[in-house]
């Protein structure tokens, strides 16, 4: 090998290390150079230094650590006037792909932030999910910071709470209104979380909702009951699949006893592949421990 070759594989190597090196600090540049998280409405100013994120594609939510104090403030500030209401805007880019049971990614992203809320103590009643299309990408590595957008308003008369139940629906219908007629154009997706997986009672809520499920299986032979179980984290690919579906299996038998053509009823197991929580909140084991009931057609 000449001292010609050598020369050009030696300035070779810098010119790769440099680049290198440019690439990743122009990452932490943009990483830098984001607008804090903040919401300020009279009194009320909330600052983080850290931020809530979500992958290209993806509507599962994580938290830098200030953020924990960001949500929980929210929190209490609603639950300090009923007539205050917070409003998610949910961001998307039309290109991502959207694989949850809302219209959009940016409900599905609103959804999660409302989850997050609720989960420091905040009422649903008081929390309106919208979506907006981005225009231009923001991401930075196909990661989206602060994706949903808020906004406090006021509303002349606070909701009804729902009262504190076993059981919690995505999309909750009117448990009270049992003389409605069956639904056999869309049934709510539906979501058992913890303990309530195995404390179900055929409760009049519960039977109305499965008179809807049979009276729309009725009406549509190709459509299926997915029943969906997913799991806390337990250490291994294996134990958190079968955790998840011994979840759903139970949701299964309840179903199948209760009148649902077991063969219309199909359970799949998810594990810990798509938790609602991060293990550092208090309730993320009862969230992450969790059934999803829909329809698919």
Known sequence: M???????GFLSVIWIGAGSSYVGNLACASLNNLVPLGLQHND???????????GLSSS???FGPSTKTFFSDLANYLNEDPTRQVALSGLFLPEELNHTQHNNLGIARGNSVKEALVHFGASESQIDIKSKELVKNPMIDNVLYDGVLF???S??????DVPAATETSLNSFDATDISAPKAKEFVEPMTLYGDAVFSL???????????????????????????????????SIV?????SLELARKVRRFFRNNGINFRRIKTHAKGATE????????????KNNRVEIKIID
């Open 2 to 8: 000449n001292k010609q070759t050598l020369l050009w």
């Open 44 to 54: 009320l100013k909330l600052e983080s230094t850290d931020h809530f994120q979500f």
């Open 60 to 62: 599962e939510i994580s």
């Open 151 to 153: 906004e406090i308003n």
């Open 155 to 160: 509303i002349e008369s606070p909701k009804n």
């Open 201 to 235: 009672d055929m409760n009049p809520s519960m039977q109305h909702y499965i008179e809807k499920i049979g009276a729309y299986l009725a009406d549509h032979p190709d459509a299926t009951l997915q029943i969906i179980g997913h799991t806390q984290e337990l250490g």
């Open 239 to 243: 134990k958190n699949a079968d955790r």
């Open 275 to 286: 938790p609602i929580l991060t293990p550092q909140y208090p309730q993320a084991e009862t």
